[in-house]
């Protein structure tokens, strides 16, 4: 066993590595993705690691998608869509804590797991609302009080991207279930991922145009608020 951790672990610098050379990842941002890594591996096993991934790949190919349409529009990703520290603790962090106290409270395990799939389901359901949803959206309205709004607003919203939402929570929670075939466990971090996401344009609405909170702390309070409501519906 420990000599598979060590393969994972090489696995995960090399992946680490190789986001930053092919400019995925900033240096600070490759870092900071090698050591959540270890924690979604160690506290979560090769599951969570494998929703990490797949959360990496379809963030990455949403962001890269249609570029220059985004960047004709200035929605594309700052910094060329090379994230940095900031952005891999924003979307990650949440579920990386999660996975450290599955490793710590074992009895509770499996339900910190399913609260850091939750959490990667947020926020793979608010990349690719938002990166899809600036490129297919017709129609963009306030999340709160749905009154039509320029594309690209904090809070708004439109039918496209609120599906492509749906679908990149699908995506995890799916990635769960074929590595853990529960329904009753899927189900949760499928309905947390698209809270999660509404959470987040609500968040973006307010306080984000307000000033109180910028980008990144809008996608961890939203990852976090879907991993503590699923984790309050597996406890009550």
Request: glycine letters at 12%.
């Amino acid at each position: 066993m420990q000599n598979l951790d060590g393969y994972i672990v090489l696995l995960i610098f090399l992946a680490s590595s190789a986001a930053f050379i092919w400019k995925k990842l900033r240096f600070t941002g490759a870092l900071a993705g090698f050591i959540v890594a270890l924690f979604h591996y160690f506290g979560g096993g090769f599951i969570l690691l494998i929703l990490l991934g797949v959360f990496f790949v379809a963030g990455t190919l949403a962001s890269k998608w249609k570029t220059i349409e985004k960047q004709k529009l200035n929605l594309a990703q700052e910094n060329k869509g090379q994230r940095g520290i900031a952005n891999v603790f924003a979307n990650g962090g949440v579920s990386a804590l999660c996975a450290v106290l599955a490793l710590i409270f074992s009895n509770n395990q499996n339900i910190l797991i399913i609260m850091a799939a939750s959490a990667l389901a947020s926020a793979t359901a608010d990349t690719l609302a938002s990166e899809l949803g600036n490129v297919y959206g017709k129609r963009f309205v306030n999340i709160l009080s749905l009154k039509k709004e320029k594309k690209g607003m904090d809070g708004a919203i439109s039918l496209e991207g609120t599906f492509a939402g749906v679908a990149g929570s699908l995506l995890i929670a799916l990635g769960y279930y074929l590595n853990k075939p529960i329904f009753g466990d899927a189900l949760p971090i499928f309905v947390g991922g698209i809270l999660g996401c509404l959470v987040d344009s609500a968040l973006g609405a307010t306080l984000q145009r307000g000033g109180t909170l910028n980008n990144h702390s809008v996608n961890f309070f939203s990852t976090l608020v879907a991993a503590i409501l699923v984790g309050a519906y597996l406890l009550l």
